[in-house]
């Protein structure tokens, strides 16, 4: 059973004619054939069966890509990290390091660190002779239909941007003591970065109950997109274009009393 999603044109359309027909039929008890083609009629020129649909390419995440050469195999093997994939390319290296032993410079034994022991073993790249190797962070793609945003929501400009990003604030904590957290806080956005001693970890944590309203979505959603280093760890309604310029005074005017609140609760 498929439910139309109003969010979307599609969805909008299909639920538009399901209300007229309930109409049509409330009214003569049936669906009379003039008056059921009169109004698909009018239904189908709502849409255009011309031209191909367009799709944008949003970021799903990221990996990192491995590609072994050697004059046996050409393998290309996707990692979460780079020190996992330079991990499993020097468990090759030392298995293979026989090859190398005569070699000028060339130890018995590899080095114990993953990255000299494959840097020994290949040397450099103007001077591989059969084995070569890349590793790179590249993009998870997905192409996804081009379509409005909800009840057409804008994600604000490159100018409101520069300007909420330079009104960021940073809360510390007062003392070894004080039971809050570091944080910064933009644009009601709260992020905690901090060092967690029960997961042995530094931990990053983000808190949108209190987003402003001007960047929350029809859906309650808040369009989010985050990275560690080079890599995609998540996102979520992110769109690589540049959001529509218009209203952003407004949107400022806005934002400064949460702000100020947050200043003044600090005594700067």
Same mark, same amino acid.
């Given at each position: 059973?498929?439910?139309?999603?109003?969010?979307?044109?599609?969805?909008?359309?299909?639920?538009? &004619?399901? +209300?007229?027909?309930?109409?049509? $039929? +409330?009214?003569?008890?049936?669906?009379? %054939?003039?008056?059921?083609? #009169?109004?698909?009629?009018?239904? @189908?020129?709502?849409?255009? /069966?011309?031209?191909?649909?367009?799709?944008?390419?949003?970021?799903?995440?990221?990996?990192?890509?491995?590609?072994?050469?050697?004059?046996?195999?050409?393998?290309?093997?996707?990692?979460?990290? +780079?020190? #996992?994939?330079?991990?499993?390319?020097?468990?090759?290296?030392?298995?293979?390091?026989?090859?190398?032993?005569?070699?000028?410079?060339?130890?018995?034994?590899?080095?114990?660190?993953?990255? $000299?022991?494959?840097?020994?073993?290949? %040397?450099? +790249?103007?001077?591989?002779?059969?084995?070569?190797?890349? &590793?790179?962070?590249?993009?998870?793609?997905?192409?996804?239909?081009?379509?409005?945003?909800?009840?057409?929501?804008?994600?604000?400009? $490159? $100018?409101?941007?520069?300007?909420?990003?330079?009104?960021?604030?940073?809360?510390?904590?007062?003392?070894?003591?004080?039971?809050?957290?570091?944080?910064?806080?933009?644009?009601?956005?709260?992020? /905690?970065?901090?060092?967690?001693?029960?997961?042995?970890?530094?931990?990053?944590?983000?808190?949108?109950?209190?987003?402003?309203?001007? @960047?929350?979505?029809?859906?309650?959603?808040?369009?989010?997109?985050?990275?560690? %280093?080079?890599?995609?760890? /998540?996102?979520?309604?992110?769109?690589?274009?540049?959001?529509?310029?218009?209203?952003?005074?407004?949107? &400022?005017?806005? @934002?400064?009393?949460?702000?100020?609140?947050?200043?003044?609760?600090?005594?700067?």
């Amino acid at each position: 059973m498929i439910t139309p999603d109003p969010a979307t044109p599609e969805g909008a359309a299909v639920i538009d &004619l399901h +209300e007229k027909m309930n109409d049509l $039929e +409330e009214r003569a008890g049936e669906w009379p %054939g003039a008056d059921t083609v #009169s109004v698909l009629d009018t239904w @189908l020129a709502r849409f255009d /069966f011309t031209r191909p649909v367009t799709r944008a390419r949003q970021v799903a995440g990221s990996v990192w890509v491995l590609r072994r050469q050697d004059r046996h195999e050409d393998e290309v093997t996707l990692w979460a990290d +780079e020190d #996992s994939a330079l991990a499993t390319l020097a468990q090759h290296v030392r298995s293979s390091w026989d090859n190398l032993l005569g070699d000028d410079g060339i130890p018995e034994c590899p080095p114990l660190s993953d990255r $000299e022991a494959v840097d020994l073993y290949y %040397g450099p +790249e103007a001077e591989r002779a059969d084995e070569h190797y890349s &590793l790179y962070a590249d993009d998870i793609g997905r192409l996804v239909r081009t379509q409005p945003a909800p009840d057409g929501f804008r994600f604000p400009d $490159e $100018e409101v941007c520069a300007a909420v990003n330079s009104a960021a604030v940073f809360h510390p904590m007062a003392g070894p003591d004080d039971e809050g957290l570091p944080c910064i806080e933009i644009a009601g956005v709260l992020v /905690f970065a901090y060092l967690d001693a029960d997961m042995q970890a530094v931990r990053v944590s983000v808190h949108l109950d209190t987003t402003d309203e001007p @960047l929350i979505r029809s859906d309650a959603t808040v369009p989010l997109h985050v990275e560690v %280093g080079s890599s995609t760890v /998540f996102s979520a309604g992110a769109v690589l274009e540049r959001a529509a310029a218009g209203g952003w005074r407004q949107w &400022l005017r806005r @934002l400064v009393r949460p702000v100020q609140w947050a200043r003044g609760a600090r005594g700067d």
